[in-house]
C-alpha cells in the first residue's frame, strides 16, 4: 500500500507520522496551502507534492483529509482522472462514503475511516492515537484494502453502517463536545457560588474522572477473530449501574431546588433534558420505584 495524503492540517499530519511509524508507506502531501503540505512532509519524513496528479501519479491509496466542505470537492477533481484499482477514503465523522457521488463508474474503490479521537495538536496528536477506535464504511472491496492496513496497527476497527453515519457522528459529538458543554456549564454554576474558576475545575475533576472510570469499567473481555475485522468486546458497567445522585435517590426536594437555581433558561432545560434521561435510567436500575413525580417534574414547564 502506497498513501498519499490529500490535505495537511491536524488529521492528514498525524495519519501520515503515525502510519508512518507502524512501517506503512506513506508518500506524501499535496495540499492548497503549499506551506502546510511542506511542513507536514517535512515532519513525517516524507515527499511535498506541488500538483495533485504527481501525488497520484505514486499513490494507490488516497487519504482525504480536508475539511468535511471540500471533500466532495476534492473527489469531483480527482473522479475526473485515472483512479481506477484506487481505494479513497476520506476521515470526516459526519459524512459518509456517499460523497463520493457515481464512484461505480470510475473503477475506484472508496470508503471512509473515523478514528473516534480528539486531534488536537498537529505535531504530538499522533502520540496517543494507539488507543482509538476506527470506524470504517464503503464499498466491500475498499474496506478489505483497509483491512490490509489495519493488520499493521494496533487499533481496533469497527464497521457501521454507511446510512447510519450522521446519527453515529451525533452520537460521538455528545460524548465528546456535549460533555464539555454541560462541565462548563457546572463550573459556571460554582463561580456563581463564589468559587474561583480555578478551583471548580480542581473540585471537579476527582468528580468527573471517577464517574467516567465507573461507566467504562470493564467487567469481562472477550476477543473473537471474524472474517473482516478483529472484534473486541468489552463488558463494561455501564451508564445505568454507575448512575448516583438525588434523580436516581428519586429526591424530589432536592431536584426541585436544584430547578431553582437554574437562573439562565438554557441551564434549566440542559437540566431537565439531561435528568428526563436519567430517570429513565433510574427506573431500569431501581424497578421497584416509582419515578412518576419526579418524570413530571423535569418535564414541567
Known amino acids: 500500500m ?24 506513506v508518500k506524501g502531501f499535496y495540499s492548497r496551502t503549499e506551506d502546510s503540505a511542506k511542513e507536514s512532509a517535512k515532519f513525517t519524513n516524507t515527499k511535498y507534492f506541488k500538483t495533485l496528479d504527481s501525488l497520484m501519479e505514486v499513490s494507490d491509496t488516497l487519504f482525504i483529509t480536508t475539511t468535511d466542505r471540500e471533500i466532495s470537492k476534492v473527489w469531483d477533481c480527482i473522479a475526473t482522472k485515472n483512479v481506477r484499482g484506487r481505494v479513497i477514503c476520506h476521515f470526516s465523522g459526519s459524512l459518509s462514503s456517499d460523497v463520493f457521488s457515481n464512484w461505480e463508474e470510475t473503477g475506484a474503490y472508496v470508503c471512509s475511516i473515523h478514528p473516534i479521537y480528539a486531534f488536537s495538536n498537529k505535531f504530538t496528536a499522533y502520540q496517543n492515537l494507539t ?11 475498499a474496506l478489505t484494502k483497509m483491512q490490509e492496513l489495519f493488520h499493521q496497527l494496533p487499533n481496533q476497527i469497527i464497521e457501521i453502517s454507511t446510512t447510519e453515519k450522521v446519527r453515529y457522528h451525533a452520537a460521538t459529538s455528545i ?8 462541565i462548563a456549564m457546572a463550573v459556571e454554576l460554582l463561580k456563581e457560588s463564589s468559587i474561583p474558576e480555578e478551583t471548580a475545575y480542581r473540585l471537579l475533576k476527582p468528580l468527573v474522572e471517577n464517574n467516567i472510570k465507573s ?13 473482516e475485522f478483529l472484534e473486541e468486546k468489552n463488558i463494561f458497567q455501564g451508564c445505568t449501574q454507575a448512575l448516583t445522585g438525588p434523580i436516581e435517590r428519586n429526591d424530589l426536594q432536592t431536584v426541585h ?10 441551564w434549566e432545560r440542559a437540566y431537565q433534558a439531561v435528568g428526563s434521561l436519567l430517570v429513565e435510567l433510574a427506573q431500569k436500575k431501581h424497578p421497584e420505584h416509582d419515578y412518576k413525580k419526579m418524570k413530571q417534574l423535569l418535564e414541567s414547564k
Open 175 to 182: 460524548a465528546s463536545n456535549q460533555v464539555v458543554g454541560l
Open 257 to 266: 431546588k436544584h430547578l431553582q437555581k437554574m437562573d439562565r433558561p438554557e
Open 2 to 25: 502506497q498513501i498519499g495524503i490529500i490535505g495537511a492540517g491536524k488529521v492528514g499530519t498525524t495519519l501520515g507520522k503515525y502510519v508512518a511509524d507502524y512501517g506503512i508507506c
Open 215 to 227: 461507566i467504562f469499567e470493564e467487567k469481562e473481555f472477550i476477543s473473537e477473530e471474524k472474517e
Open 131 to 141: 488507543g482509538a477506535v476506527f470506524t470504517v464504511e464503503g464499498s466491500s472491496l
